[in-house]
């Protein structure tokens, strides 16, 4: 990773596109809009999205205002990316992706949208950590300048020769919200989900909509469909996700109790966030020595 100067002068587009040292001195990206409020800034560390704002200049991701920009531990707020495990298991919690150190790889001003590019690469520290195969990363950040929708497309590209990699993941966006009790999250009715507030027990969505806000909410939900909207509040909007090769869903909200064991967020805002998250968790992705992945 250069310095912030070399980077800026490398990758700066002028009025749109600046490399600047954020919270902590860490190196960041900021796409702003020359046409519209629409802004999006991405830390280097994680390839983290921390703030995201739409062309009417609402403010769409909450960043806790406790979160730890040391270079080490992953930023608490707007969208941490899980690679190559989500939540729990034989390498770090959600994986080793959110807490590196990735490379700025290319920024492009485009007649419609901005965007930015990092990549991140196996090291003897991912194999150290059990994670054999060898693989590059790619992540592209991608803001349209009227409306300001965004757009994020990993791909990863496994070594020829490598150990194939069993990949699970998330693009694990905290949406702001006014309050947590008046969100309201669609599409998942029907669906089978892990209760993870329950020890993963499986349960069947009997409702329209996913509410939090009132208990803690931890769901994984299965074979999601591939547009998920959130409403915000009443007279807030909705935001509507849509993905591709992230199969499943999860809703997530600590609630009370899990949010005081956070240090990193201050304890009454849980009321701030929902988590809705593109997830790919179900049936692990195994890329082949030789193949790439992708997903947005
Ligand atoms: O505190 P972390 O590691 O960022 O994880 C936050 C949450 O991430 C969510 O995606 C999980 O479903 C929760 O179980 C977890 O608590």
Known sequence: MGSVEALAATFNRPGSITVFAGEGGLPAVRLASPTSAASATVYLHGAHVASWTDGGGTSLLYMSPTAVYDGKKALRGGIPLCWPQFGPGALPQHGFARTSAWALAATADEAGALSATFALGSSPGTRAAGFAADWVLTYTVRLAKAGGALSLRLAAAVAAGSPPAPITAALHTYFAVP????????????LTYRDSADGGRERTEAADAVTVGAAEVDRVYLDAPSTVRLERGPSAGAVVMRTKNFPDAVVWNAYVDKTAALADMP???WRRY????AVSVKTPVVVEGGGSGWGR
């Open 179 to 190: 309050s947590a009790a008046g969100v309201a999250v669609k599409g998942l009715a029907g």
């Open 274 to 277: 929902v988590c809705v998250e």
């Open 267 to 269: 304890d009454e805002d």
